[in-house]
């Protein structure tokens, strides 16, 4: 699993990592999902994606049970506070709940989940006060636009904003325009969230029959193909979600993929990136 420098943080994050929205929260298929979970992080994902939004806690309680008896250091936890929480207070606050259900006294990122209501320079505050705390070690924000992402940079100046976390897959190309750019030059991370788009991609369709292609090529698959795809610029970074097995092993063999510039083409060709709109979100 390749990894790579999470930004301006320095710290090493492998280039896929594992994302826990919509986990089953019981029974069987949840003991399917936490064994999932943990032959990833086996296999080198040990960035994994939570918030206190997933299952009401519930997904966070599941991702603690699951590390509670791993060395901690060797993971990066992210976890996110819903926007209705994020006053100054609130946001502290819900950290506070999120690390109990996690299990652990700090995560290595904390993220507004969205843009909420509550004035920006607060909550980017309270992150602030978090990472004085020892609670988190780096933060940031999820689903901002170019602007919103400078203006939260703007107001934390004790650590840099370490990450965007925002919707990007083959068919939603719009943060290559400007957000990715920036964010670069910024030293911000970007993690592509839902990479698989919640499509098929059927060989004979011209699309898929790029992606096809490209992985026949390099005797990978295609959903291994467009996580390649998506990571492929310095400071992008990837979280595709997996409950079951055999779809953690395939996701996380791209994480030594990488693609030349014909495959990019090949790709790029098939799935054109439109032009700059507003970020999209789920
Ligand atoms: N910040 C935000 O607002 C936001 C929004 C959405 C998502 N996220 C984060 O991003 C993560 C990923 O996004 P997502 O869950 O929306 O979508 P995704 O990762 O693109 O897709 C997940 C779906 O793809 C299936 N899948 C995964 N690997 C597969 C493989 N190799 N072959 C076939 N199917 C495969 C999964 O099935 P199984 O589970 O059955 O294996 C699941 O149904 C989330 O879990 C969450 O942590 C963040």
Redesign the pocket.
Known sequence: MRRKAFARTGVEVPVIGQ?????PESGPRMAQ?KR?LLRGIELGMTHI???EM?GAGRVEALVGETIAALDRTRLFLTT?VLPSNATYKGTIAAAERSLRRLGTDYVDLY?L??PSEHPLEDTMRALETLVEQGKARFVGV??FDTAEMLEAASYVRAVPLACN???Y?VHERGPEHALIPTARDRGIAIVA??????RRFARDAEEGGALDTVARKHGA?V?QVILAFLTRAENVFT??????L???E??AGAGDLVLDAGDVARIDAAFPRGKPGPLA??
Request: a positive charge; proline letters at 5%.
């Open positions: 994302g826990t929205w919509d986990a999902a999932a994606d939570s918030a997933y996110k993220l989940h969205w999820s689903n976390q925002v919707l897959h969230y839902t990479p698989f788009g919640r698959t959903r979280i595709p979600k997996a409950a079951q055999a779809h953690v395939e996701n979100t789920l």
